[in-house]
């Protein structure tokens, strides 16, 4: 099992840029497959990208590619988004998220598919 906390949430202006940070407790962080997401009040929660175990494998969702960086240093058991050139529609809760897939070079888009999640951070974008 593990446990999720998300740090690096703020407001910031459009144009500006921020980190997140997602420390995982526990052992064998390595063996996670894990992703970011946000959600809005009212709507449903959206994927944002995600990076496979060893960090070989990522992927975003369309509207993050250019902006969002998605990376993991698994010495530190941690997990990083870089969100550059922001936009208010950026703003959102953010999320991350993990499922235990050692050695996988897949990775993973629907919330159904992570079994564990932080608390989340906020992320306010002023125009």
């Known amino acids: 099992q593990v446990q999720l906390v998300e740090s690096g949430g703020g407001l910031v202006q459009a144009g500006g840029s921020l980190r997140l940070s997602c420390v995982a407790s526990?052992?064998?962080?390595?063996?996670?497959?894990t992703g970011w997401f946000r959600q809005v009040p009212g709507k449903e929660r959206e994927f944002v990208a995600a990076i496979s175990g060893l960090g070989r494998v990522t992927s975003y969702a369309d509207s993050m590619k250019g902006r969002f960086t998605i990376s993991r240093d698994n010495a530190k058991n941690t997990m990083y988004l870089q969100m550059d050139n922001l936009k208010p529609e950026d703003t959102a809760v953010y999320y991350c998220a993990a499922v235990m897939k050692p050695y996988s070079t897949i990775t993973y888009s629907l919330t159904s598919e992570y079994d564990y999640w932080g608390q989340g951070t906020q992320v306010t974008v002023s125009s």
């Open positions: 526990g052992r064998a962080f390595s063996f996670y497959t």
